[in-house]
């Protein structure tokens, strides 16, 4: 299992879609040393740490993902959805770290 997967550049630029800024995330963030990811929902673990790793850098250690459903919503007699989303949990080597604020 230790093959070396190809992605495209391209597609790796599209993998992550935001980092994850919530209550939630800046706990795990802390007590798992692990950053949250927004992620397109066709993504795979590979390609999710081959796009960590090169856009920022550094050395990913493993990746968990979550797939979470959107909530129910109603508006008047009209049900609905929100779009369902995934996330990935990615923790990082040791003395790796991602800086969001420095390009701001």
Sequence with gaps: MNAVVKHSEERLMKVLLAPVISEK????????????????????????KAAVELLFKVQVESVQVANRLGKQKRTGKFNGRRNHTKRAFVCLKEGQEINFTEGA
């Design 25 to 48: 995330a800046t706990m795990v963030a802390e007590k798992n040393e692990q950053i949250v990811f927004l992620v397109m929902p066709d993504a795979t673990k590979p390609e999710i």
